[in-house]
Every structure is written in C-alpha cells, then in structure tokens.
C-alpha cells in the first residue's frame, strides 16, 4: 500500500536529516510517496514567510508530515512554526518517547529507561496569551499585579509590568489524559502519570488534576498516580526506571521531555509526534543547530527514529520494527556512528550524518 506522506525538510541542518531519514524509510521498502516542502528562515529569506501556504495545503492533504527542525528566534522575528502547526492543525497531543538504547552512553546506562512522554500542546503558557507592559487594555489586571508584588519598582507604575495567562480548560485536559491512557492500553503499558502544580495553581492546574482523576476512573486496568511537577523532576533524576507513560500540561510537558531526553543521550536520541484527531506531525525534539548547516556532522538518530513512529501510525508495524533494530545495533556496535555518540567526542572514526544512515540502510 502507497502512502502520501508530507517532508518538511527545515532550516539549518534540517535538510541534512531529512535526507538522512527519507533514506532510512525508504529503505524499509514501504511505498512512500513524498510531498517535499520548504519551511523556515531559508525561505523566508526568498518568499517573505517562514511558513508558505503550500506547506498547510498539503498536509491537509496528506495528513501525515515528517518535519525537519526549524529555527525558532529568541526575543524577536516570527513565532514558533512548530506552534502555529499544532494550532492549526489542532494536533492536541505531543507524544515523546525516551528509550535507553544499549551503546549511547548516558548516566544511566545500567537503568532500563523506557517512557513516554505526553504532552498537551494546545493551551496553557504556550496559548500565547500574552499583554505587554503598559497596554491600557490590561490596565486593571496590571494593577491587581503591581498589589501583590513586593517590589517597589514594579508597584510604582503599571508600565512594568507584562502578564502571560495560563488557560487551562476540561475539555483540553480530558483529552490529553485520555490519550495518555489510550496510549499505555494500545502499547502494553502499565502506568500513567500525571504531572501537575495544583497545590499552588489551584483553579488552573487544580482543574487539570480532578480531570485526570475522572478520566482514569475509566481506565481501572492501568494504574493512575499523580505528581507535582517539582518532584518529578527529583523523581526522574533519581529512579526514571518507575515511571512509564506521563501527561502533563504544555509548559511542563516542554521541560520535563527534555528531562527526559536527557536520561537517554540526549536531544540526538529523542524522537517526537504531534497527533490531532485526524492528521500527525513527526519531529525530532532537538532544534535546528545552524552552526553545524552543511558540516554533515550532527546525529540523525532522533528524525530516524520520528520516521519510525511515523511507520507505526501508518500500521506498518514490520518495517518499524526493522527500522528500530537496525538503529539499535548500529548504536551498539558503536562503529558508524557520530562524533557525539563516541566515547571521545573528538575520535577520527566518528562517521558523518548520511554514513551513519547509510549504516542504519545496511543493517536492514
């Protein structure tokens, strides 16, 4: 069976690892039929935008993408592409596994890590909600501000003060809990928990906790168990082995994947997919290193790895599987790999992003 499937192939080293994880694929043997696109400050250098219509047009179409990273600037310039995507989109879950590959070299590496990350993606900070300092339409919510600061300053004027609002609602929070639970059933996982800040956030975060507690009522077979956000961060640093599938809000789904990225080599290793009801974005977690554009240096792993799962949402179990196994006994054999994932990273025999793939085509 063919499958249409959308290439985003990114800015900086995007279109490296795109090309890197198009060969992978396409070395599975599925019939891919690949819409390619072009996203990010590349273009926008050309076209006047970072995003083109044509990119929107044919993942409707298609409703399966694999995207390459794409720089997002600090401070300034455009909002983050990643975000309008899941926006429009409407992809309300980011889901981010994490799995302990033999051979990368991790502080954890005699710790079985296998866990998933599920974010939501759609509200919270990252709504992007936001009023600048001394808008007169804020006036009143800046002045509730500046009566519970202690400091002085801000007190002495409403221009100092900028405010971020964090919506948090049921029908977004029931959503994404049961997605987590759907996950863990459909995956022969056991456990989900879920992360949250309600001793203080009571009515944002507090809404999000009783949530989850009705939707897994509905879920008796896997077991339920909830955190507050700090502490899973300990948790995690200290026993990730007990946790399994974990949901949380945007924000602390954005850290804590990172987290969790960490425990297992890093952002190299860490696939990613944005799924909405009828339609799913696969990404690497990391971003788009343009120090590194055009060195052929940088690991492939993770948009590899984003390519397996795109396998999987397409049911073409097989090939995702072979594909896994093929990156894992590259990795454990530790010979064409790059220079990060050896024990120096200055090592000679580190091989460049298309030969680590073409490693990774050998073995299947």
Same mark, same amino acid.
């Given at each position: ?18 090309? !890197?994880?198009?060969?992978? +694929?396409? *070395? ?7 819409? $390619?696109?072009? !996203? #990010?400050?590349?273009? &926008? ?10 990119? &929107? ?8 993408? /694999? ?35 033999? #051979?990368? @070299?991790? =502080? ?24 600048? @300092?001394?808008?007169? !339409? ?31 609602? $049921? ?5 994404? $809990?049961?997605? #987590? ?8 996982? %056991?456990? $989900?928990?879920?992360?949250?800040? !309600? ?8 809404? =999000? ?5 009705? +939707? ?15 502490? &899973? ?5 200290? %026993? ?10 945007? /924000? ?41 554009? #055009? ?24 090939? *995702? ?37 073409? *490693?990774?085509?050998?073995? &299947?």
């Amino acid at each position: 069976m063919a499958h249409e499937v959308t290439l985003i192939t990114g800015d900086g080293v995007g279109p490296e690892l795109a090309k !890197a994880a198009r060969r992978c +694929v396409e *070395a599975t043997g599925v019939d891919i039929h690949w819409d $390619v696109q072009e !996203a #990010g400050l590349d273009v &926008m250098e050309r076209t006047g935008t970072p995003l083109p219509e044509a990119v &929107m047009q044919s993942i409707d179409r298609t409703r399966c993408a /694999l995207k390459a990273p794409i720089t997002t600037p600090v401070g300034t310039g455009f909002r983050s592409i990643n975000v309008h995507l899941r926006q429009e989109l409407g992809l309300f879950a980011c889901i981010r596994p994490c799995k302990y590959y033999p #051979g990368v @070299r991790t =502080f954890f590496s005699s710790v079985p890590v296998d866990l998933v990350i599920v974010r939501e993606n759609t509200e919270d900070l990252y709504a992007g909600v936001e009023f600048e @300092r001394g808008q007169p !339409a804020t006036a009143e919510l800046i002045d509730f501000i500046n009566k519970i600061s202690t400091d002085k300053k801000i007190r002495s004027g409403r221009n100092e003060t900028g405010v971020s609002i964090k919506p948090i609602s $049921v029908s977004a929070s029931d959503r994404i $809990v049961r997605c #987590g639970f759907e996950y863990a059933r459909d995956n022969g996982r %056991k456990k $989900v928990s879920v992360v949250h800040k !309600a001793n203080i956030m009571k009515y944002s975060d507090g809404l =999000f906790l009783a949530t989850a507690r009705e +939707v897994a009522k509905q879920f008796p077979d896997i077991e339920f168990e909830d955190r507050i956000v700090d502490n &899973m961060c300990m948790q995690l640093a200290q %026993k990730p082995e007990l946790y399994d599938v974990i949901v949380l809000p945007n /924000l602390y789904g954005d850290i804590l994947s990172d987290l969790a990225a960490g425990l297992v080599g890093g952002l190299g290793m860490a696939p990613g997919l944005n799924l909405g009801p009828d339609s799913a974005v696969f990404e690497a977690t990391h971003g788009s290193a343009p120090k590194y554009k #055009g060195q052929n240096k940088v690991n492939p792993t993770a948009l590899i790895l984003s390519g397996m799962l795109m396998l999987r949402y397409l049911k073409e179990n097989d090939a *995702a599987d072979r594909l896994e196994r093929a990156v894992a006994e590259v990795i454990a054999e530790g010979k064409d790999v790059t220079y990060d994932m050896k024990p120096n990273r200055d090592d000679p025999t580190a091989v460049g992003t298309q030969e680590m793939a073409e *490693a990774i085509c050998a073995k &299947m």
